[in-house]
């Protein structure tokens, strides 16, 4: 399969030909740290969004005389790889509040002096009211007033209705790649669902949307499953490593729903094109499948779950958390005790970035798989 040769190899470097190419043009690229940061604004400047990742560092070593160990290791890994120079390709970058790791990226990038110039750091609330709502977008123009002073852009109505348009279509796209893997006949694997999603957000949009049409008609008639493979709803916060999914997946498994960074967050949620840009990216950004930083959507959090469970036919779930990160500790907590009452299936793993554990980590999915196809065999399903 040619499309997904292409795909996995984009999401393996954190560097690509086609950023390569769009530099060479005089292209602007503009690192971003999460999914409550709108790519539309830089697109409509005229530059590329880029998802920050950790992809192929190899420790953290620099990192680590910034940061305690007891600091996430995506933080410190990504940290290491602009310490290291990783990151020089980008023309900026913006950070926000996700959690108190990610937020002390950005006083330590300032104050290690490394490329680029232009840091920011978008202030976004922790609920989901109305004025929190009204305060991000605020601050959604602070941002669009420090991009158009820093480049010598201006960022219009028009190309911000334009970026809505786009970007909207690619959730479009993704969305009905998601809705193929509710089929028995599951036509895309979760490991290959997360090296689209790593590829996407290193690119340019007209070039996704081919892409994305492209890997559509690819899939059609496509069977990656077994009758015999579970099938997984997948929750975690930052997870960029597919082989981490294969390995779930090698086991007997198919992922086939997840609330993950680079998944259906995402996605789920379309910006309003009928309204203001700032007001509709202010509600779509705010209120879009939360994640746990969000103090007040637990319980939508939860329904979310349980909508994918009846709607993708899942036999089980897998939370995951990074070691020290409290955010999804909480989540997972809350995961237990819903799904105990359910009676479903749960499987909780703490897990470094790029740590290792693989040998650990299978013979837990082992065993958790056999007890998930006993209950299967015992109620006949």
């Known amino acids: ?85 990783d990151f020089d390709f980008l023309d900026g970058v913006i950070f926000m509040n996700g959690c108190d790791h990610n937020r002390r990226m950005y006083d330590n990038w300032r104050y290690a002096g490394i490329k680029p110039d232009f840091l920011f750091m978008l202030s976004v609330p922790h609920t989901m009211a109305d004025t929190s709502i009204q305060a991000y977008k605020e601050d959604l123009l602070v941002l669009k007033a420090a991009i158009e002073s820093q480049f010598g852009v201006t960022i219009t109505e028009d190309k911000l209705k334009d970026a809505i348009r786009l970007y909207n279509r690619k959730r479009q796209l993704l969305s009905q790649l998601s809705e193929a893997r509710k089929k028995k006949n599951v036509p895309i694997k979760g490991s290959e669902f997360l090296s689209i999603m790593l590829a996407i957000t290193a690119l340019p949009i007209d ?44 086991g007997g498994s198919v992922v086939v729903a997840d609330k993950i960074c680079l998944g259906a967050p995402h996605f789920n949620t379309l910006v309003d094109e009928t309204t203001s840009p700032f007001d509709a990216m202010a509600k779509r950004y705010l209120t879009h499948l939360s994640c746990p930083r969000m103090m007040d959507d637990i319980h939508g959090r939860l329904q979310y779950m349980h909508d994918q469970i009846e709607a993708y036919d899942i036999d089980a779930v897998i939370s995951e958390k990074l070691e020290f990160c409290t955010l999804m500790a909480g989540e997972i907590f809350m995961h237990k005790k819903e799904l105990a009452r359910t009676n479903l299936p749960f499987l909780a793993t703490d897990r470094e970035l790029y740590g290792g554990g693989t040998g650990q980590l299978k013979t837990r999915l082992q065993a958790f798989f056999e007890q998930v196809r006993n209950i299967k065999t015992k109620s006949g399903t």
């Open 1 to 85: 399969m040619k499309i997904f040769e292409e795909i996995d190899q984009i999401a393996s470097t954190p560097f690509n030909a086609t950023l390569d190419a769009a530099k060479q043009d005089g292209k602007k690229i503009i690192g971003y740290f999460c999914s409550y940061i709108p790519e539309e604004i830089i697109h409509a400047a005229g530059f590329i969004p880029y998802r920050m990742r950790a992809v192929e560092n190899k420790g953290t070593t620099l990192a680590d005389a910034y940061f305690a160990p007891t600091v996430c290791s995506f933080t410190r890994q990504c940290f290491d790889k602009a310490l290291n120079g």
């Open 207 to 250: 070039t996704v949307i081919k892409m994305l049409e492209a890997v559509l008609a690819e899939i059609d008639g496509r069977v990656v499953n077994s009758d015999s493979d579970l099938r997984i709803f997948l929750s975690a916060a930052c997870m960029e490593e597919v082989d981490h999914i294969r390995l779930i997946e090698d």
